[in-house]
Nanobody
Framework: QLQLVESGGGLVQSGGSLRLSCTPSGRTLDYYAIGWFRQAPGKEREGVSC????????IYADSVKGRFTASRDDAKNTVYLQMNSLITEDTALYYC????????????????????WGQGTQVTVSS
């Protein structure tokens, strides 16, 4: 059973940066596409980014394009979400999710496409 742990969240001022990490236990992430989702209080879970299993493809929500970058370090078995130029609207609980998939597959429009989820890490951006 794949278990995911997110880390790197915190409180940051508007314009600042954070790097989230997604680390598995019990399994390599080599064959998994990794999605990043977020959920703010009173709002639906929103897809933020996805990186394909081979790292060749990454997609982003329009709201974060140009500010967030997903990457993966297979040697460390870790996937990252670098978040720059943070704004208050980025405040949310951020989750990473995994799905075993072909090398080029990625998806952020439907969270149900992902079978494995972490517990989330809180990101709070103050003005």
């Amino acid at each position: 059973q794949l278990q995911l742990v997110e880390s790197g969240g915190g409180l940051v001022q508007s314009g600042g940066s954070l790097r989230l990490s997604c680390t598995p236990s019990g399994r390599t992430l080599d064959y998994y596409a990794i999605g990043w989702f977020r959920q703010a209080p009173g709002k639906e879970r929103e897809g933020v980014s996805c990186i394909s299993s081979d790292g060749s493809r990454a997609i982003y929500a329009d709201s974060v394009k140009g500010r967030f970058t997903a990457s993966r370090d297979d040697a460390k078995n870790t996937v990252y979400l670098q978040m720059n130029s943070l704004i208050t609207e980025d405040t949310a609980l951020y989750y990473c999710a995994a799905e075993e998939a072909g090398t080029n597959w990625c998806e952020i429009s439907d969270p149900d496409e992902f079978g494995y989820w972490g517990q989330g890490t809180q990101v709070t951006v103050s003005s």
